[in-house]
Structures are given as structure tokens and as C-alpha cells.
């Protein structure tokens, strides 16, 4: 059980376009799911906090505009990178948080976006 | 202020035991959580200590002192493929998991 799906998993665009990476979580409900992003050997960076039904809370620092989320249902989030730059290339991961104590997350397996 | 505090990288044998210690200065309490990352992909869970004491899960332990704010985890039997990044991870009083940067593990043969 507990599995989070991510797509797509790798992904290259070009400068300007917007990406759209989904995260399901496919045997579970999660009311809570996360967006992370990791640089090249640094440490998991918390981007927002998306609940369903709700407008996601943002970590200090990152853009609402420029990275939508949209949390819809209680198995789907987005993460919408709009008008990339190649300082957004970088691994994005995506949590949900398990809906029973001690609601650990579970991670999908990451989307690694590049920029060109 | 929050803080999580473990080593940046370790070194150990194929078949020898290693511990990997967390130290934690967070608001709130709900659990301290341990997470394996290969290099290229997302963490995996591993172990979560809410109280005191030494959680044992196979090859690997997790022990807990909320007094001392100290974690660790212990893998025993070392294998090549424990080669990984260790995240320690607390979960504050708003049930948000906050991260260290990870203690990056080298097994040699």
C-alpha cells in the first residue's frame, strides 16, 4: 500500500513554455500532499503545502504565480510550472501524507525537469 | 528557531554496523522519521519513533531521546546497496516535516 505515482518523470522544455506534473497517490486518500524541490546534492526544499479543496500554502521565497498547484481531489495534485527558465531546471518530487497517524509521507518518484 | 542537525557524510565496511545520529531543535513535537534516498530518486520511508526507545525493523534501528532532541539510526549487516542518503526528518506541532540535509552513506567493500 501507499503508493504515490508521479508524471511525467522526466520532462524537457524549452524557455517561456509552462510544464504541468501530476501526483496521485493510488491507494489511498490524501488530504495533504507536498512539493518539494532538490538541487543536485542538496537537501529536499519544501515548495507548498497543497490541501485539498484549498489554496496550497507556499514556503518563503517561492513564487504562487510562476508554481500553481491545484489539488482537486483527495488522490490529485498538480504542480504547474509556468513560463520556465532554465534556473527552474531541478528535481521535482511530490509527497502525500498518510491520512492515519503518524501521517508519514510518502513520496512519488519525482519528475526531473530541464530547461533549455 | 528549527534546526536538524546530522553528519554530511559517512563512510563504512560492507558487513560492519553503522549509526547515522540526528540531533533536532524544533517547535512541537509529533515524531521523529528516518528516509532512505538513492541518488536520482525520491525517499523512501524508512522508520518513525514517536517515543523513547530503540525501534528495531530488520537490518536497521531507529532510537529516540525527546529529552536529548537526539535520533539515531542504526544499520547493521551493510550492504553495497545501503549505499544511500539518510534524511532525518522531525515533524513540528503543525504536522509538517522538517528536514536535515541528509548524511550521505559510502559502503565499501
Known amino acids: 500500500g501507499a503508493v504515490v505515482s508521479q508524471h511525467p518523470s522526466r520532462v524537457i522544455c524549452k524557455s517561456g513554455t509552462s510544464v504541468k506534473i501530476e501526483c496521485r497517490s493510488l491507494d489511498f486518500q490524501a488530504t495533504t500532499m507536498f512539493w518539494y524541490r532538490q538541487f543536485p546534492k542538496q537537501s529536499l526544499m519544501l515548495m507548498a503545502t497543497?490541501?485539498?479543496?484549498?489554496?496550497?500554502?507556499?514556503e518563503q521565497g517561492v513564487e504562487k504565480d510562476k508554481f500553481l498547484i491545484n489539488h482537486a481531489s483527495l488522490t490529485l495534485s498538480t504542480l504547474t510550472v509556468t513560463s520556465a527558465h532554465p534556473e527552474d531546471s531541478s528535481f521535482y518530487i511530490c509527497?502525500?501524507?498518510?491520512?492515519?497517524?503518524?501521517?508519514?509521507?510518502?513520496f512519488g518518484p519525482g519528475t526531473r525537469l530541464t530547461v533549455t | 528557531g528549527q534546526n536538524i542537525d546530522q553528519p554530511t557524510e559517512m563512510t563504512a565496511t560492507e558487513g560492519a554496523i553503522v549509526q547515522i545520529n540526528c540531533t533536532y531543535q524544533t517547535s512541537g513535537f509529533n515524531g521523529l522519521f528516518w528516509y532512505q534516498q538513492h541518488a536520482g530518486e525520491a525517499p523512501t520511508f524508512l522508520s518513525y519513533n514517536v517515543l523513547d526507545g530503540l525501534e528495531e525493523k530488520g537490518r536497521f534501528s531507529s532510537f529516540l531521546s525527546r529529552s536529548k532532541g537526539y535520533s539515531y539510526l542504526l544499520l547493521k549487516e551493510l550492504q553495497m546497496k545501503d549505499s544511500a542518503s539518510y534524511l532525518c526528518a522531525n515533524m513540528d506541532s503543525n504536522y509538517q516535516l522538517i528536514w536535515g540535509a541528509g548524511t550521505k552513506l559510502i559502503i565499501k567493500p
Open positions: 509527497s502525500a501524507s498518510s491520512p492515519r497517524e503518524p501521517y508519514e509521507q510518502y
Open positions: 497543497s490541501n485539498e479543496g484549498s489554496k496550497a500554502t507556499y
